[in-house]
């Protein structure tokens, strides 16, 4: 005799269909690395980052530090294009006219915000051709001078460059530049004047100095130690509205009786405007992933740059914010690149 087993009615059917069908299809989709839990923003090619810069410079090695992993984040090859020259303008209008789907970014620097308030035609507009995705690290500088020089801090040197018949000089890596802007700023607070000797690139800038040729130089903690380290070079302050967690023992521009530099340098990715706002949001997660890496911040200290932990809307004030003041910078100071 056989046992008197209900059978399934049809409501019983549904109710399966309705609650167990879709979970059972969602696991499926999870498994087979299609499903939500797998969303990834690029489907194949790749995705670029412009760098205005030479290979090997210290903004070209942050962008290959965030290249790798954002490639295993992103499941497409990453890769970085150097496109040096013209204050930056070269990479930043080739991103600008870029397609807007997320696969061509640019590493925005401070020349990025600076460059089309110094030559007559830059091909894009800091603010209005970009969308904002992330900022990577803040990039303070830090005033060098040859270890020759009697003065110990900021106050000493302005105090020795104002003397009469002062030959004192800066280098910088070329007129419109960030270093010589800084310098400006000095100049301008100190009341004093000192010849420009422009390079084309930071090395042989901060070279000079170290040689006693120079005076002194703007550069990146970085560039200057190892000449601190030899000691043929002084650092004596650094930019930024605190101390560098870098050289805690360096105090800023401000603390030696400077204002005006509390804007530091910054770097940061963006891609065109009008890229849909949804794909810049997961890009901007997916870079934030990555900064979390203890092993990510501690190489950007290495390369002389301050990791942040930032997000679109603030990487898009502070674009705003750094374009308006070096505007004025440059206005009042009326710096031109032919």
Not at 131 to 144: E, I
Not at 169 to 193: C, E, R, Y
Not at 241 to 270: C, H, N, Q, W
Not at 298 to 315: H, I, M, W, Y
């Amino acid at each position: 005799m056989k046992p008197n087993i209900p059978s399934a009615g049809p409501r019983r059917r549904a109710s399966f269909a309705r609650t167990c069908l879709p979970a059972l299809a969602c696991v499926a989709s999870i498994l087979a690395g299609t499903g939500p839990a797998a969303a990834e923003p690029f489907d194949g090619g790749r995705v670029t980052i412009v760098v205005s810069g030479r290979a090997g410079s210290s903004f070209d090695n942050a962008a290959r530090l965030v290249a790798e992993p954002l490639s295993k984040e992103w499941g497409v090859p990453v890769v970085v294009d150097n496109r040096a020259g013209a204050s930056g303008v070269i990479g930043a209008a080739h991103v600008a006219k870029a397609p807007p789907d997320g696969r061509t970014m640019l590493l925005g620097t401070t020349p990025f915000v600076q460059a089309p308030h110094l030559l007559r035609s830059a091909g894009y507009d800091p603010v209005s051709s970009f969308a904002p995705v992330a900022q990577l690290f803040n990039a303070q500088l830090w005033l060098g001078v040859n270890a020759g020089l009697p003065a110990k801090t900021v106050k000493e040197f302005a105090a020795y460059a104002a003397k009469p018949g002062s030959t004192l000089s800066f280098s910088s890596p070329g007129q419109g530049s960030t270093p010589h802007l800084n310098m400006v700023i000095l100049m301008k607070q100190a009341g004093i004047d000192m010849l420009h000797v422009p390079y084309t690139g930071i090395p042989p800038a901060v070279m000079d100095v170290a040689a006693g040729r120079i005076s002194s130089v703007f550069a990146s903690y970085s560039d200057l130690l190892p000449h601190v380290q030899a000691g043929t070079m002084r650092i004596l302050a650094s930019t930024g509205s605190a101390r560098s967690p870098i050289s805690p023992d360096i105090p800023t521009m401000k603390e030696s009786g400077y204002g005006g530099f509390e804007v530091v340098g910054f770097g940061g990715l963006l891609v065109p405007a009008g890229t849909p706002p949804a794909l810049t949001a997961k890009m901007a997660a997916s870079v934030q992933k990555v900064l979390a890496r203890p092993e990510i911040r501690t190489r950007l200290l290495e390369l002389g740059f301050e990791p942040v932990d930032s997000n679109q809307q603030a990487f898009a004030a502070l674009v705003r914010e750094q374009n308006a003041f070096w505007a004025k910078v440059i206005q009042d100071a009326n710096v031109k690149v032919e």
